[in-house]
């Protein structure tokens, strides 16, 4: 079992760069893919960004470029850095972890989750 605690949102603007961390419970957590997911007022819970447990990466179409995801297995932590960010970027973001390998991009994929943390960007 592992505890999913994100930080690290807020408010910024158009343009502005943000890092997401997660912090995870446990000894194993090298033994968890982790992801990252987005939900938007009024949307489905949508993917961001999957980190393999061997740090295989794969990322959605609309972040490519502008967000990576790195893990830090000796501080159990998996950050998210956000650059050029864009008001189509505000939503709670939330972390996710699951034993499997490989990457996942669905959210059945995974079975625990943090309570998420809220990133505003204005225009």
């Known amino acids: 079992q592992v505890q999913l605690v994100e930080s690290g949102g807020g408010l910024v603007q158009a343009g502005d760069s943000l890092r997401l961390s997660c912090a995870a419970s446990?000894?194993?957590?090298?033994?968890?893919?982790m992801g990252w997911f987005r939900q938007a007022p009024g949307k489905e819970r949508e993917f961001v960004v999957s980190?393999?447990?061997?740090?295989?990466?794969l990322y959605a179409d609309s972040v490519k470029g502008r967000f990576t995801i790195s893990r830090d297995n000796t501080k159990n932590t998996v950050h998210l850095q956000m650059n050029s960010l864009k008001p189509e970027d505000t939503a709670v973001y939330y972390c996710a972890a699951d034993s499997k390998y490989g990457v996942g991009n669905e959210r059945g994929w995974y079975g625990y989750w943090g309570q998420g943390t809220q990133v505003t960007v204005s225009s």
């Open positions: 980190i393999s447990r061997s740090g295989g990466i």
């Open positions: 446990g000894r194993t957590f090298s033994s968890y893919a």
